[in-house]
Every structure is written in C-alpha cells, then in structure tokens.
C-alpha cells in the first residue's frame, strides 16, 4: 500500500546512490531499511554526459548495472511497504528509457515473485504540441539561449519536459508502488513523499538536493548511499554507510554542485532560498539543517530538453614522443589542420561542410589557454575528430589525415618523425553526433498536463 496521506511527524529519504545502475553495497540498503523510510529515491540519469543519451534515446548505463541495483531496491521497498521512486529513467528520461527500466524491473519482480504496483511517467513531448505552445507564446528562452524557432523543434530527435514532484505523488496516491519515470528535476523524486505527507516546502526540498547524488554529501562518497529525515522544523541527514561522516561543512558545500547559485535553486513550482540555512553537526556523523525556504513561483514552468543529429563523426588516435615535435606542438598541430584542409580539398574536392576538432591530450586538450603550466609534456596523444554530413566523408577525411599523423614532420627537420596510432585500424566510426538545441520553459497551467501516465493494472485512488 502507499504510505498513508495524514499528517505524520517525519518522513525518512532513502537514497542508496547518486544513479540506478552506478552500484551500492546492500548492507548500506539493509540499513537504511532499519531507519524507517517513507520512501526510496534514487536518480535514473542526466544531462551530464552530454547529448547523445536524449539525441539516440540510448542509455548511459548497462542493463546488466541497472539490473543488479534495481533488484536489490524492489525487494527492499517490498520488505519495507514503501514506495521506490526512479527519475530520468534510460539516463535521458525518454520514453523508451522508461520502458527499457520497466521490462527489467518485471523481469526481476517475476524472478523474485514480488506482486509490486508499477507506475510508468512518460515525459517526452511532440513537436507539433510545442510549436502551438510557442505560437500562443509561452515558450520562452533560458539564458544564454534566444527565441526558440519551430524548426528547432522539428531538427530534435527527442524532447523530454522536465517533470516537479507532482506527478511522482499523483502516481502514489493512485496506488503505485513503483513509480518509473521520464525526465524530471534530480531533487522532484525525492522531495515527493514529504511534500505528500505534509512536510514544509523548505526543508523537503533542501534535502531533496542534499541527497540527490547519494553519498556525495560525505566525507567518503564512494562508501555508499544517504538518509534524510524531514520535519516540520527542517531536516537532519546521515550516511547509510556506518562508517562514513556527514558534516556541516560537507552537507552545505552540496548546494555548490550544479548551481548557478549556492542560495537559490529553481524547481517548476518555485525557488529554495537556502541563504538563511544553519548547518549543525548532531555528532560525529549527522548534521541537521534548518533555515530552509521555498518561494512559490507566479508561474508553473517545465523545463524542455532536445537534441539533434549534427552530422557523422570519426576518430582517429596517434600519440607522439619525438622530443623537437612535442616542444613544439602548437605549431605541429597548426600544421596538421593546415595541411590536411589542403589534402581534403584535393583528395576529395571542395568542401566547407565539415568539421576538424585536433585535441592534444597530454598538453592542453582539457584547459586549452587556461591551462597555467606551460612546461613541455614527454609525450602528446593526438586525437583528431571529424564531424561531416555523412559517415562516409567523416571516415574519408580521417583516412586522408593517417599518413599526417604517423609522419608529419615539421618544415625545419630533416628527418621522417614516426608517431604510434594507438588502434588498427586507425579510425573508429563514432555514429551520429548530437547537440542540445533547447534550454527553453514552457507556461503551463496543470503540473502533470504534460506528462502520461500508465499504471501496471488498474488501482483505485487513496
């Protein structure tokens, strides 16, 4: 049964990781389960790996992780009588995502002979639906974005709105005791449950962004999961792990983590303002936090997210240790891309279609200018990306670069240099490339209109 809707005077989060699928002790599991939750919450996915996962609608995780994980929490929330909650199912939270997530939980709820309600939470939008949305004028632009055109939407291979907590508590109410969905805000699963059972928007959801990335909130985020205890005065967090700290200092220092601001946070429904927050070490391993607030906003917003296909990209790797060369790789690299335009205009004839990203790992393929130390590496791995129309004239200008970067030599040397392909052959064919293209909100009058939801069997209404 879903936990009961009176007034209760706590309400316990258990959250085992920072991902379904990125893996938890099960004793940490085992206990949680002895602290009383109300719920267990666990993130299914990300934007944070860029968009690929949205664009192709493929998951970031192995099913065999998500698997292992899922498992050990359905038989937990069974043991327990309470709810489990996963977000952004499939990493991207598409529909197929969802589905992929709940083939493995009934496969696994047959083999355990659990009898568990599933509520599935569609979140992915059509295009036409958003462009009379726009038209109406209440899709509007999140910096550093402009006007949104309707061609944007059209080019997406997925969108996804990015669901609050209400539809994880219309799921609930509903009878579900498994609530498997699309995209949502990391913190609106956790935060489900306690605004569900009447505790203060503040509080639930600070800690609902405390605990969104499991243990990260400790002094040893690889040892496991968190709990948080939500009351009306605000909310005291430990680790799972009986051997792993929380501090004041750990705890806030969460607020920092995919912020823009460390004080203010935006939800669909609202703002936590956190500045008046204290932080208060319990002992030496819980720390209880109070101060929080939540601002409800004028206007309800969903957050949209899309990707589409930029072309076709290859990959080639060579690493270089010829001591005069690596001195002077800015101006070898320079002369790579130089050289190869000139090779591909020959080879292949006349295109501007086409994109060289040349990285030098080993130097400054990460920071690039920003980089402060500019002493001369002993090696540099050369990796040369190249995007284009079609997979075809990716691999082709790839190819027409292997004999640069097993030989370029600069215009001074005498000699032939010789650099180390790293695989054979020396182009890999990535796929299709995708870039995000929507960073927009859409007004919206109801805070589930836009999301579909699908019940396992039918289920009365508590």
């Not at 109300?38 to 992780?65: E, M, N, R």
């Not at 956790?190 to 928007?201: E, N, Q, R, T, W």
């Not at 600070?206 to 969104?212: F, N, S, Y």
């Not at 995007?387 to 030599?409: C, E, F, G, R």
Request: net charge negative; charged share 20%.
């Amino acid at each position: 049964m879903p936990p009961s809707t009176e007034a209760v005077a706590r309400v316990g989060i258990l959250t085992p990781s920072g991902m379904l699928g990125a893996g938890f002790a099960p004793e940490t599991v085992e206990r949680g389960l002895t602290l009383g939750p109300d719920v267990i919450a666990i993130d299914g996915g990300s934007t944070d790996s860029g968009p690929h996962y949205l664009g192709s609608g493929v998951a970031k995780t192995t099913a065999a992780a998500v698997s292992r994980d899922l498992r050990i929490l359905l038989k937990a929330a069974a043991t327990a009588n309470i709810p489990l909650i996963v977000g952004s199912c499939g990493t991207s939270g598409t529909d197929s995502g969802v589905d992929w997530v709940a083939g493995i939980a009934e496969q696994i709820m047959a083999e355990e002979g659990l009898d568990l309600r599933i509520a599935r939470i569609y979140s992915e939008q059509e295009a036409g639906f958003l462009k009379e949305e726009l038209d109406a004028g209440r899709i509007h632009p999140l910096a550093p974005h402009g006007p949104l055109r309707p061609e944007t939407l059209d080019s997406c291979t997925h969108i996804v709105g990015m669901m609050g907590h209400e539809p994880f508590v219309e799921a609930i109410r509903a009878g579900a005791q498994v609530v498997l969905a699309g995209r949502a805000t990391d913190t609106a699963l956790a935060a489900a449950v306690p605004l569900m059972l009447g505790m203060p928007a503040g509080p639930s959801w600070h800690a609902a962004k405390i605990v969104e990335c499991g243990g990260q909130c400790t002094t040893n985020p690889r040892a496991g999961g968190v709990f948080a205890t939500v009351d009306q005065d605000g909310f005291t967090i430990e680790p799972l792990d009986a051997d792993n700290v929380c501090t004041p200092t750990s705890v806030a220092a969460h607020m920092l983590y995919e912020t823009a601001d460390p004080y203010r946070m935006r939800e669909p429904a609202g703002t936590l303002d956190v500045s008046d927050a204290t932080y208060t070490a319990l002992d030496e391993r819980r720390v209880r936090v109070e101060g929080s607030r939540f601002e409800p906003a004028e206007q309800y917003t969903v957050k949209l997210e899309g990707a589409r296909v930029t072309g076709y990209e290859t990959v080639s790797f060579s690493a270089i240790r010829d001591p005069y060369i690596v001195s002077h790789i800015d101006r070898w690299a320079a002369l790579l891309r130089t050289v190869l335009t000139e090779r591909v205009t020959q080879t292949l004839g006349p295109a501007d279609d086409y994109t060289l990203d040349i990285r030098l790992y080993g130097h400054n393929a990460v920071l690039e200018d920003l980089d402060p130390d500019s002493s001369a590496p002993r090696e540099v791995g050369v990796m040369l990306l190249v995007n284009a129309p079609s997979q075809a004239t990716a691999t082709a200008i790839a190819k027409v670069a292997n004999p640069l970067m097993l030989h370029l030599p600069l215009p001074e040397m005498e000699y032939l240099p010789s650099f180390a392909f790293a695989t054979s052959p020396a182009e890999t064919e990535r796929g299709a490339a995708y870039e995000f293209v929507l960073n927009h909100v859409v007004d919206v009058d109801s805070a589930t209109g836009m999301f579909r939801t699908h019940h396992s069997r039918e289920v009365s209404h508590v």
